[in-house]
């Protein structure tokens, strides 16, 4: 478990890193989308990784960590958008954005370390193509509860699908990095 801390936190730093830029480079205009035009961004990220796994070849060449990547950051930004709802305009400065990221990363690495505990950390022997369908199946979940009012009747909510959807792309990164390193 510790070896999966160590890597997990290597590819959150990443993924902060890449945050504090694009929020240097554009402020938070990312508080104005609405939780289903999040949703679209990560569908949209999701839906590039299967083509590119299916087709074998990609037209512009940003890599799958990259895709992964940006499957996480807009994952802890919907989590953020989730609490404190979106905005007509953009309104964190850079300090309060990033109290409120590291909230979320802490809160979805705690899940992790749960879950890994009782599963046993399957997701090692998974693949990553596999673990880009779990993905997207519980984008359509989201979209189905977002079709519901919010509303499940025995189903995790949104935001449990979220925090998985961003572990889901951890745990794709570090097997990535553990492939092209064998």
């Known amino acids: 478990m510790e070896r999966t801390i160590n890597q997990y936190n290597i590819i959150v730093d990443k993924a902060r890193t890449i945050f504090h830029n694009k929020m240097l480079d554009y402020g938070s205009t990312w508080r104005v989308l609405r939780?289903?035009?999040l949703l679209d961004q990560l569908f949209i990220k999701a839906k590039r990784i299967r083509s590119v796994q299916n087709a074998g070849e990609q037209m512009i060449k940003e890599s799958l960590d990259d895709?992964?990547?940006?499957?996480?950051?807009?994952?802890?930004?919907?989590?953020?958008?989730?609490?404190?709802?979106?905005?007509?305009?953009?309104?964190?400065?850079?300090?309060?954005?990033?109290?409120?990221?590291?909230?979320?990363?802490?809160?979805?690495?705690?899940?992790?370390k749960a879950k890994n505990h009782d599963y046993g950390e399957a997701w090692r022997e998974m693949q990553v193509s596999s673990i880009a369908d779990l993905i997207l199946v519980k984008l359509f979940r989201i979209r189905q509860i977002l079709d519901n009012s919010g509303k499940t009747i025995s189903s995790e909510g949104i935001d449990s699908n979220i925090k998985d959807i961003a572990n889901y792309a951890i745990f794709a990164l570090i097997l990535l990095t553990e492939n092209n390193n064998t």
């Not at 989730?82 to 007509?88: A, R």
């Open 35 to 37: 939780p289903g035009s």
């Open 67 to 112: 895709e992964f990547l940006a499957i996480y950051n807009y994952s802890i930004m919907s989590l953020i958008q989730l609490y404190l709802e979106f905005t007509d305009e953009p309104d964190l400065e850079l300090n309060e954005a990033l109290l409120l990221y590291e909230k979320e990363v802490n809160l979805v690495r705690e899940l992790m």
